[in-house]
């Protein structure tokens, strides 16, 4: 990623060229706004459902929960390697080839 720098002189402010800075600005303010409003949805949840403390990667069930993610996507890979064999055995069959190891 490359930082690109712009020198806006007063010329340049004049030629229609919107200020790059009060656009960065707004967006930033933007998604401060957006971050703020998924917050209180967010509290606004875990008051419901009765959750009174978030787990943290030093929780027993923050580390729990990882092992069963990455068992997850292990097994999901390894249903998708045992699709690909059985298509292929299939294709194999197809042809009358599937004893040849090929």
Do not use: P
Not at 54 to 82: G, H, I, M, N, P
């Amino acid at each position: 990623m490359s930082i690109q720098w712009a020198t806006n002189t007063s010329a340049s402010m004049t030629q229609g060229k919107r200020d790059s800075t009060r656009t960065t600005e707004t967006a930033r303010r933007h998604a401060l706004e957006k971050r703020d409003k998924e917050l209180a949805v967010v509290w606004a949840l875990e008051q419901r459902l009765g959750i009174e403390r978030r787990w943290d990667s030093s929780c027993a069930e923050w580390q729990e929960t990882a092992r069963l993610v990455v068992r997850r996507k292990y097994q999901r890979a390894l249903d998708t390697l045992e699709g690909l064999v059985v298509a292929r055995m299939f294709e194999l069959t197809k042809m009358n080839r599937s004893q040849t190891g090929q």
